[in-house]
Structure formats: structure tokens, C-alpha cells
């Protein structure tokens, strides 16, 4: 559905209660989660000159709740590397999911990335039943495992990996 023809935009600073609202929403999300990215949000908010994290976000419309931002994405690159990129974080509200939104995002996340010499993203994320969709979603994205780390974040909760090659 290609976001339904919503653009992608940069974070503002604005932008910061409805963003927090949105990690709020997201269910597969604990706490410390929640705390991380809004951690990183705010690094990026307070420091203009600062290149290790970059966001985008989609704007919400009528359909995806309360969310006025329906969709948001950080990234960046990986310390040490030439041209490896890490998506620290993709989420849309769940109210807002299965319209295109994170495929837009994550397009646009590749393209900035390429510009900047990208090679691989890596995404990494958690094995748990409750992040089967977002494993779905790497998949179809053309992203391959690359790595499955049993009992990483916990027992029982492993660790998997997965890479796109930007070239
Ligand atoms: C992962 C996530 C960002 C996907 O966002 P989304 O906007 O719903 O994804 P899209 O609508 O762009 O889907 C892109 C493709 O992935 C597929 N997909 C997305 N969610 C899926 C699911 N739950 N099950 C199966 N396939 C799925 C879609 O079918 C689509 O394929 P198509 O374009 O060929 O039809 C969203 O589910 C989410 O926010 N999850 C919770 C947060 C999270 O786990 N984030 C990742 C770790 S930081």
C-alpha cells in the first residue's frame, strides 16, 4: 500500500510527546525498551551536531487512533565500520500497522543509509512468540538471518539477527 502516499519526514522537536505516546502503545515493548528508545530520541532532540542517530517519522490520519505520529524509525551507524548501519528502532502504532508504513520507513531508511556509503543494515530483534509479525515483517522485507543467539536477553528469549545488503 506504499503508506498510503504519507510522506516521511525528520523528527522534530515537537514531535516528542506524540513519539512517547507511540512507544507507549507499542505492546511488545517493556519498560527498559520503552525508557531506551525515548533515551535515544532525546539524545538526538538535544544535541543537533551529533550523527549517531537519525529518525524519521510518518505522520498519523484518521484511522490510526489517537497517534499523531503513526510511525517512527532510528538508525545509524555502527562505530568502527564503513558503511554498516544499524536500525536501532522501527515501530508503528497498532493501530496504524499493516498500511505500509514501516516498508515506507525502512525504504527510507536504505536510501539514506546508500547515501551515506551504506552496505549492510543490520536489525536486530527478539525470538519471542510476541515478535513473530515483526520477524514476519524483516522477511518480507528481504532481510536474512544471519545469526540466532539462544537465552541472549534472557532464558528463553534469543536473540536473532538480520542483515540487508545495501549494494
Ligand atoms: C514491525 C512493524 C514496524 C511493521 O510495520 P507495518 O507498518 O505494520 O509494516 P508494513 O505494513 O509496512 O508491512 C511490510 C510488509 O511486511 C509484512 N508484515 C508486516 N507485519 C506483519 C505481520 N505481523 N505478519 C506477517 N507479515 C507482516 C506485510 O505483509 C508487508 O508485506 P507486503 O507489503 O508484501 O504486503 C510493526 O509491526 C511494529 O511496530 N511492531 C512492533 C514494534 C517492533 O517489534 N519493532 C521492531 C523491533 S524495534
Known sequence: MAGLGRPVRALRREDRPAL????????????????????????????????????????????????????????????????????????????????GLGRLLMEHVQGRARLEGGRILVAE?????????TIAFYQRLGFQEVSHIRDFYDVGDDRLIFIRRLT
Open 20 to 99: 512517547a505516546a507511540l512507544v507507549a502503545a507499542v505492546e511488545n515493548f517493556n519498560a527498559a525498551e520503552r525508557e531506551c528508545a525515548m533515551e535515544l530520541v532525546d539524545i538526538y532532540l538535544g544535541d543537533e551536531a551529533q550523527r549517531d542517530y537519525r529518525f524519521a517519522v510518518v505522520d498519523g490520519a484518521a484511522g490510526d487512533g489517537a497517534a499523531t505520529v503513526a510511525a517512527y524509525a532510528c538508525w545509524g551507524p555502527v562505530p568502527l565500520t564503513r558503511g554498516t548501519f544499524d536500525l536501532y528502532w522501527i515501530a508503528a502504532h497498532p493501530a496504524a500497522r499493516r498500511r
Open 125 to 133: 530483534t527478539s525470538a519471542k512468540e510476541s515478535y513473530r509479525g
